[in-house]
């Protein structure tokens, strides 16, 4: 095993290094209080392997403690679970991961003794962005082979997706030990450990600073710093021409904005001042805005609920073709995650931001836990953005993040077509008509009881979502079957089951909530007896997942509709081509 000293000192070492500023945390008395694994150069929600705001996993610390250790293995389990694990290999290959999954389960089921079944099954779950179940599978199978090097190395893969750097250095070093072949393990270890240093460097030159990225860059337009450079734009595909105010700065038209659109997808970019106009255009309006949007749709409008687009702009292109754009006639609501993972995270941001600019009241945003900096960090946009526009650009976007909502109250304004939910059960209405609670992971359900006005008065500015409270749980929660909460397979946040949304939404008078956060192999899912939504607008999620992808479109009397759409070909640029060379599942 990885040397405990080393690793303790390395914890230590790096105790202090955090970035942006956290929600408050409450003080717990839960054991989770007194673990070092927690500690971590992000200010996300780490949460530790074994506890999550008081919510224990079994005792063993596994999250599917489904198999008897002490089974008797016959020579006939042994050939049944090979052929198992034949079928699950082919269904890994097919990118149908969810039957793999079910496959090396029967695998594991008839033979828990061999490790690569569990292996194979993290390696599953790591696709399906099932992260902490990744570690416990890993870990089982480094118990059954301590010198399983390939286990290590997924399992240092798996910490480093759910942002736990230092978890994941010893056992990329003991993947290294055990097989001094192991390339992938030796780049990743370089790569982590000058991401932690980096980390360190930007937390000591950060101190004292005060002023905001967006003061700056207002700074140095006012100044003429950063004037129109009109040799960025690619020749073939000039931007059309962006008015200016009497005061020298840039107003939004729609023959701007698609014609932005439109050369993005032929290859073309924006200049740095026109991207800052849009960055603090949209600022402008989201900063007004309350922390939970309240909208009605009118009769004869339509509203679209956007999932998770993740830097894919050539399927985002497709996707506002088949919607159209926003107009007083239709509105979009786009559900976070805009940024990371995709080679075009920049294209998008701008993109959506340039719609709001332009149409305040027609186009809504939500933070996703993907608008943040240590995400960013690692999964590509703070690379690309520098890159693209400059590291006063990313610092920009950085700022502006903070200022977006965290949820959509949408409403319908004329009653509904039939009493029927989208379950079984009869609608919840509120005052006659059916409304949708719009947000990233899900609603702050940690305990009974939260209202919609709590939500209204989250401070949200210039915070990054903290380790626990509503703000945490809006960004990272996701359902589960179970009745109940529990520790959510992914690694991080919380799972909540149909129980725990059905008393929400009765106390809030919600009929649904819409949620994006992961991946769903239709575009869309409808869970908790129709109480919970999830929609996913990335298909093909990094280029390897074969999903399909979904809008949902609602109609003012709250009649919902669910639309797929496949992936798009795009220029050859691999997902996370700016991420300094980590390759994880997906996340």
Request: charged residues 25%; glycine residues 8%; aromatic residues 8%.
């Amino acid at each position: 095993m990885s040397n405990p000293k080393e690793h303790a000192e390395l914890h230590n070492n790096l105790s202090e290094i955090i970035t942006g500023v956290e929600s408050s945390v409450a003080s717990s008395s839960s054991s989770a209080s007194s673990l070092n694994d927690d500690i971590t150069p992000f200010p996300s929600p780490v949460l530790s392997a074994t506890s999550l705001a008081g919510l224990s996993l079994s005792s063993d610390g596994e999250l599917e403690p489904e198999v008897d250790d002490d089974k008797i293995v016959t020579e006939e389990d042994k050939q049944k679970a090979l052929e198992f694990k034949a079928e699950a290999n082919k269904a890994f290959g097919a990118k149908d991961f969810n039957k793999s999954i079910d496959l090396y389960t029967k695998a594991i089921a008839l033979n828990p003794k061999d490790s690569t079944f569990w292996n194979n099954r993290a390696m599953s779950k790591a696709k399906m962005e099932e992260h902490g179940a990744a570690i416990a599978d890993a870990t089982k199978a480094i118990e059954i082979n301590h010198n399983y090097s390939k286990a290590y190395f997924r399992r240092g893969q798996s910490y480093l997706a759910i942002l736990r750097p230092t978890d994941a250095v010893p056992d990329f070093k003991k993947a290294i030990s055990t097989d001094p072949n192991n390339k992938a393990a030796r780049e990743q270890l370089q790569l982590t450990v000058k991401l932690i240093r980096k980390i360190e460097f930007e937390k000591a030159i950060s101190v004292g600073e005060t002023e905001t990225a967006s003061s700056k860059c207002l700074s140095l337009i006012s100044s003429g710093a950063c004037a129109l450079d009109v040799n960025t734009a690619k020749p073939d595909f000039p931007l059309p021409i962006i008015p200016q105010d009497p005061n020298g700065r840039y107003k939004p038209t729609k023959e701007f904005v698609q014609g932005m659109i439109e050369s993005f997808k032929n290859g073309g970019k924006v200049p740095k001042r026109i991207a800052w106009e849009i960055i603090l255009g949209c600022k402008g309006v989201i900063e007004k805005e309350s922390t939970l949007v309240e909208i009605n749709v009118p009769e004869g409008v339509t509203c679209d609920i956007i999932g998770d687009t993740h830097g894919q702009f050539f399927d985002v292109h497709n996707l506002l073709s088949m919607t159209t754009h926003p107009s007083e006639s239709h509105y979009m609501i786009f559900n976070g995650d805009l940024v990371d993972r995709g080679s075009w995270s920049v294209e998008v941001a701008l993109t959506v931001f340039a719609y709001k600019w332009l149409y305040p009241e027609y186009v809504f945003i939500n933070r996703g836990n993907h608008e943040t900096n240590d995400m960013n960090k690692v999964y590509g946009f703070e690379g690309e953005c520098k890159a693209k526009l400059g590291e006063m650009t990313f610092k920009l976007f950085a700022d502006v993040f903070t200022s977006l909502p965290l949820a959509v109250l949408v409403s319908a304004t004329q009653p509904p077509a039939s009493p029927k939910s989208e379950g079984s059960q009869p609608a919840i209405l509120s005052e006659g008509k059916r409304r949708f609670f719009v947000c990233h992971g899900g609603p702050p359900v940690s305990k009974d009881g939260v209202t919609l006005d709590e939500v209204r008065k989250i401070d949200r500015f210039g915070r990054q979502p903290g380790q626990e409270g509503i703000m945490c749980e809006m960004l990272w929660t996701d359902p589960q079957e179970p009745n109940g909460r529990g520790p959510s397979k992914r690694g991080v946040g919380l799972g909540f089951g149909p129980d725990v949304t059905k008393r929400w939404c009765e106390l809030n008078e919600i009929t649904a909530v819409i949620r994006s956060h992961e991946v769903r192999a239709d575009g869309y899912a409808i869970e908790h007896d129709g109480l919970c939504i999830t929609v996913f607008s990335c298909p093909n999620y990094c280029d390897s997942t074969g999903n399909k992808a979904a809008y949902i479109r609602m109609q003012s009397n709250g009649t919902l509709s669910y639309h797929q759409f496949d992936a798009v070909p795009h220029p050859d640029v691999k997902p996370m081509a700016y991420s300094s060379g980590f390759n994880f599942g997906g996340f």
